[in-house]
């Protein structure tokens, strides 16, 4: 069973940065899109971020300019860099990875990582 392992969550001042990284506890065969997602309290899960195999991106409009997400397809691990951070990012952030052939896909989650922003 493969495992996601999410880290760089904490506690930060609004204006402030942080780095996530989640990486798969063994290799993965052809992951094509790597992404993040959070969850508030009371809250839905929602996009944040999404990353296929060619590198293309995708970003939910509240995190436009502010977050960058990266991979690197050797190491199976995902990135998600987070400036200018804002209380209203407070959330457990979340990756996902989904990928395989067809008959064959699969769909992995972290454990998740909270962020919280203070104002």
Known sequence: QVQLVESGGGLVQAGGSLRLSCVASRSIFRII?????????????????TINSGGSTNYADSVKGRFTISRDNAKD?????????KPEDTAVY????????LGNEYDYWGQGTQVTVSS
């Open 33 to 49: 899109v790597m992404g993040w997602y959070r969850q508030a309290p009371g809250k839905q899960r929602e996009l944040v971020a």
């Open 77 to 85: 691990t995902v990135y998600l860099q987070m400036n200018s951070l």
């Open 94 to 101: 979340y990756c996902n990875f989904r990928g395989g052939i």
